[in-house]
């Protein structure tokens, strides 16, 4: 079985920061395409940022210059720091994975999501 867990997330005023981590766990080979989705309250899912296991980086256009995305393949964690926050970055962020298990099985794997909530 795999696992993502997410932490770091919270309450924080508008102009914080916060930094969300994402462990991977279980019979893990490798693991590809790392990323940070969110969902806001009445909204559907959007894409947030994506790391490759080579450390290519891609963001969605309202979180550049303010979010990184980094992480870290021998603990199999990804980060999602996030500076200069504002309320409209209220939402549920998720942690996804591309992962390989021993056995060349393919697996896409989701967290269950932490809360990040930005007030005014």
């Known amino acids: 079985q795999v696992q993502l867990v997410e932490s770091g997330g919270g309450l924080v005023q508008a102009g914080g920061s916060l930094r969300l981590s994402c462990a991977a766990s279980g019979n893990i080979f490798s693991i590809n395409n790392m990323g940070w989705y969110r969902q806001a309250p009445g909204k559907q899912r959007e894409l947030v940022a994506t790391i490759t296991s080579d450390r290519r980086t891609n963001y969605t256009d309202s979180v550049k210059g303010r979010f990184t995305i980094s992480r870290d393949n021998a603990k199999k964690t990804v980060y999602l720091q996030m500076n200069s926050l504002k309320p409209e970055d209220t939402a549920v962020y998720y942690c996804?994975?591309?992962?390989?298990?021993?056995?060349?099985?393919?697996?896409?794997?989701w967290g269950r999501g932490t809360l990040v909530t930005v007030s005014s």
């Open positions: 996804n994975a591309d992962v390989i298990l021993y056995g060349a099985r393919y697996l896409e794997v």
